[in-house]
């Protein structure tokens, strides 16, 4: 047999889980990958444990259990007002990894062009990729992380077929809001492309600001994929389920994929999710004040420290500039902190394709506030 020939040459073992063992090996505070070090609340255990216990082993419905995807509209029209039928507009997938991977393979073709703006989640160019697709990285300007609305303009064209937005945002916490929602509707408006948007840390936003999603801006919602994760809202990374509401003609092609990916998540715990969701709302209402204060007894920390925090509106991710430590690049930068100073983060190159010239690194603060705290002595001593 010949050498395989890649289809995905430049893709090696992520950052992710380089630092995750990197923290392992040298016994570091593991603030890099983004997973709470907390449990999911306790009833919702109790009632994985009676669900496990009961008579959901079998396949689910393909697009998702019914009374998941019931308990989801119900929450999508009590939250934001918007209206989603969960016979065709619902998708539960095993996780927003699944439902951006199927999404991508619905539309994007051979030599399509997918627009993304940099620093991006690291699943969807490898997911374009594979689908044919050339993926076009549009950088956020800084220091805000915010789109720069005439490069998208020139970027777009009649070879694009999808443009991928993420907010709250993973990395920087940046927002978009309502008015930058009806930007992108008016400036996709020529064009015959889709929208996906990644909401996944929709409950994750701080200081009395609300998440808009692209689902409540009528035209967007009419080409959007909007992703949505279990994992993130119920501190339950490792359950692997998310969720696409899209147009049921774009529901439709999504299913054709995700039949063939997973066919279906796992019956136990969307049924438990499903009983949870309607009978604790209380739990998603309180994500922004719970997170807020995990943010802010982070920043307080860190404030103690040479890094300097940067303004996070959003998601349980904190970067901090740390040019007055180092001259280093932010990859170096990261595995010395590891090794010799005990604390692992993400560097913020690795979510670029055109890094900029930037000392930054990503700390995620879902932890308990004896990691922090364990973090935070290690950091004072740079
Ligand atoms: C921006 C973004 N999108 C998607 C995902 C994937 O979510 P899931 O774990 O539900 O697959 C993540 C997870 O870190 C993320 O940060």
Redesign the pocket.
Known sequence: MKPIDSKLPSVGTTIFTLMSQLATQHGAVNLSQ?FPDFLPPAPLLDLVERCIRGRYHQYALMPGSMALRTAIAEKLSALYGVTADPVTEITVTS????A?FDAIQAVVRRDDEVIVFDPC?D?YEPSITLAGGRTVHIPLTLPDFAIDWEHLRTALSDRTRLVIV?SPH?PSGALLQRADLDRLAALLRPYDCYLLS?E??EHVVFDGQRHATALAQPELASRCFA?F????TYHA?GW???YCVAPPELSAELRRVHQYVTFASTSPLQQALAEYMTTHPEHHLGLPAFYQERRDYFAGLLAETKFRARPAAGTYFQLADYSAISTQPDVEFARRLTIEHGVATIPVSVFYREPPDTRLVRFCFAKENVTLDAAAARLRGL
């Open positions: 983004g996780g927003a990894t699944e951006i989640y699943s993420n993973n990644d996944v840390y992703v994760s279990f994992g993130k990374t692997k389920l998310g």
